[in-house]
């Protein structure tokens, strides 16, 4: 596991906390930042875990700085929850027209929903979103980390099916954010493709992970960040995933691993950017569809003047007769 480490979420922490407090923004985009407060804006967001809150209030980031992520954290939501109807509209008026022009794509065509420019992200943060705080370095690398997910040894960030499907096949490749041929080109892929279009719209914006995805994710984290030497926050808190109830530590109430337990968690922060990256496809589709629907309904014959245009040259024979 030598190949694991330089992604982690202890490396997040790190590298945050180099280019605010050192820098005062990131070097890859010149994001810049504020200032403000961490408890309210917590409560304020419903997909953060149990686990996940606690490990926040043992951060090692200035107060301030870590009050400036929460506040913008909660903003993030905010922004994209507003959006969600548009696309609970498309499903309720269009659904069954565009699960079906969707499976009659050839992979080909399907394929060109799928790319989106490296840049386009940052650009979206930083005009869309405006974000001017420390959040936006804390965006920087986790987009790093998402580009290199497969190397951290993470899995299951997302809470579906189709969100973990969208995990396992995103990636990053000559430039831009796109997917693997699985996605588009087999019936599973265009299952969870149409499902995600679904969530995008529903209930929730970053459903709940079940019990049994989030132990499944803790025991990766631990398996990984127990194995890294120079980890620190990770490594002395797990020496086995196996003999959890041996290992130091306090209120142990559960039999997932408390994985990292003075390393804080970025599991959300990468949900939210991955479904940037899912709605720009699916705008893409959206846009598509549109196109083909407008066309469609242009081609279609009015019956109504049809009977009216053939009537018209009997009327002067008629005349002539008598």
């Known amino acids: 596991?030598?190949?694991?480490?330089?992604?982690?979420?202890?490396?997040?922490?790190?590298?945050?906390?180099?280019?605010?407090?050192?820098?005062?923004?990131?070097?890859?985009?010149?994001?810049?930042?504020?200032?403000?407060?961490?408890?309210?804006?917590?409560?304020?967001?419903?997909?953060?875990?149990?686990?996940?809150?606690?490990?926040?209030?043992?951060?090692?980031?200035?107060?301030?700085?870590?009050?400036?992520?929460?506040?913008?954290?909660?903003?993030?939501?905010?922004?994209?929850?507003?959006?969600?109807?548009?696309?609970?509209?498309?499903?309720?008026?269009?659904?069954?027209?565009?699960?079906?022009?969707?499976?009659?794509?050839?992979?080909?065509?399907?394929?060109?929903?799928?790319?989106?420019?490296?840049?386009?992200?940052?650009?979206?943060?930083?005009?869309?979103?405006?974000?001017?705080?420390?959040?936006?370095?804390?965006?920087?690398?986790?987009?790093?980390?998402?580009?290199?997910?497969?190397?951290?040894?993470?899995?299951?960030?997302?809470?579906?099916?189709?969100?973990?499907?969208?995990?396992e096949h995103l990636k990053l490749e000559r430039g831009a954010w796109t997917v693997s041929p699985e996605y588009y080109e087999t019936d599973e892929g265009c299952d969870n493709f149409l499902g995600m279009c679904l969530q995008l719209g529903g209930d929730h914006l970053l459903p709940k992970r079940p019990n049994e995805l989030r132990k499944e994710a803790a025991r990766a984290k631990a398996a990984v960040e127990d194995d890294v030497d120079d980890l620190g926050a990770g490594a002395a808190d797990q020496k086995n995933v196996d003999d959890e109830e041996e290992e130091e530590g306090e209120g142990a109430d559960t039999d997932a691993p408390q994985a990292g337990k003075g390393t804080q968690s970025f599991q959300s922060d990468r949900r939210l950017v991955r479904m940037i990256m899912f709605r720009y496809f699916a705008d893409m589709a959206w846009a598509r569809f549109k196109r083909f629907h407008a066309t469609a309904a242009e081609q279609q014959p009015q019956p109504d003047k049809q009977p009216e245009a053939a009537s018209k040259p009997s009327a002067p024979a008629n005349d002539k007769e008598p």
Request: aromatic share 14%; proline share 4%; with cysteine.
């Open 1 to 167: 596991m030598a190949m694991f480490g330089r992604f982690l979420d202890s490396w997040v922490v790190d590298r945050v906390m180099f280019e605010y407090v050192n820098q005062g923004g990131c070097n890859c985009c010149g994001f810049t930042h504020g200032g403000m407060d961490m408890q309210d804006f917590m409560a304020m967001c419903s997909d953060v875990e149990t686990d996940d809150g606690k490990k926040e209030v043992r951060s090692i980031w200035p107060p301030a700085m870590i009050n400036e992520v929460w506040q913008d954290r909660v903003k993030f939501r905010r922004l994209l929850k507003d959006t969600m109807p548009k696309y609970r509209e498309l499903n309720e008026k269009f659904g069954p027209d565009f699960v079906q022009w969707w499976l009659g794509l050839t992979p080909k065509e399907r394929r060109r929903c799928f790319m989106m420019p490296k840049q386009e992200v940052n650009v979206q943060f930083n005009t869309t979103f405006d974000f001017k705080t420390a959040y936006q370095v804390v965006l920087c690398s986790v987009l790093e980390q998402v580009a290199q997910f497969e190397a951290t040894g993470y899995v299951a960030d997302g809470a579906t099916e189709c969100e973990i499907y969208l995990e």
